[in-house]
Each structure stands twice: as structure tokens, then as C-alpha cells.
């Protein structure tokens, strides 16, 4: 049984479909797009995640790396020496945080910020 606020949707989606509202929709006769979560998460965890996808909510992994790029932008417009390695550790905690918290491979995990440098700091030494 219907609630009236259910009938009300039914009845203006029969109008709709008889004044051919939904003939010619963007997308019609295609496939539906692939599931992202599906492919990408855990079976575990797609529940979850689909709700809060569907709650407009990100999953904890994409919050923290948004907060990584937001703090890697920051700190390429630095110039205080202090406050950039302030910065650097909050990084490097952030990207911490995110191979905590992520599950999958450790192939896949985000290397901490300073290690690229580290090695190439490394290796002019080495050949100097």
C-alpha cells in the first residue's frame, strides 16, 4: 500500500510519461556505468561505502587524500623554512594515515613525501 506522498510520485511520473517526458533521455538504450565501488572496494566494506556514497559522503581514504593534495599545494607556495617542515611532517602523517588505513596492496601505497628527494639527495652524493 501506497503512502499519499507515494501517490503523488506515482501519479506525476504516469503525467510525465504520458506527455512523453522521458522519450529522448540523455543515455537511453545505453549501459548503466560501470560500479565504481564494486571494482574498487573490498566486498567487505561495498555496503557501507555504497551508503555513504549514497549519503554524499566520502569514505575516510578520499577525505585524507584530499587533505594530502590540499597540504601539498600549501606547501609549494612556502617560503618560511619552519613552517615548511611543520608542514612537511603534517604531510607525511596524513600519507601515514592514508597507508593505515587503506586495504590493499602495499605495492599501491603512497610513499612518504621526502623519500623521492631523500634518494635523490642520496645519489649525487654517491657520484660526486
Do not use: W
Not at 510525465?16 to 529522448?24: D, H, I, S
Not at 549514497?54 to 601539498?72: F, G, Q, S, Y
Not at 599545494?73 to 607525511?92: A, I, P, S, V
Request: charged share 35%.
Amino acid at each position: 500500500m501506497l503512502t499519499g506522498f507515494e501517490n503523488l510520485v506515482e501519479e506525476r511520473i504516469r503525467r510525465a510519461q504520458k506527455r512523453g517526458l522521458f522519450k529522448n533521455l540523455a543515455g537511453a538504450g545505453k549501459p548503466l556505468p560501470p560500479d565504481v565501488i564494486g571494482a574498487t572496494v573490498s566486498e567487505d566494506l561495498r555496503l557501507s561505502y555504497r551508503i555513504l556514497k549514497n549519503a554524499d559522503c566520502l569514505p575516510p581514504e578520499v577525505e585524507v587524500k584530499k587533505e594530502i593534495r590540499r597540504t601539498e599545494d600549501l606547501l609549494r607556495g612556502m617560503e618560511d623554512t619552519h613552517t615548511r617542515y611543520r608542514t612537511l611532517k603534517k604531510l607525511n602523517y596524513l600519507i601515514l594515515k592514508l597507508n593505515t588505513i587503506r586495504d590493499g596492496s602495499a605495492a599501491l601505497d603512497m610513499p612518504q613525501y621526502y623519500t623521492e628527494k631523500m634518494a635523490e639527495r642520496l645519489e649525487k652524493e654517491t657520484f660526486e
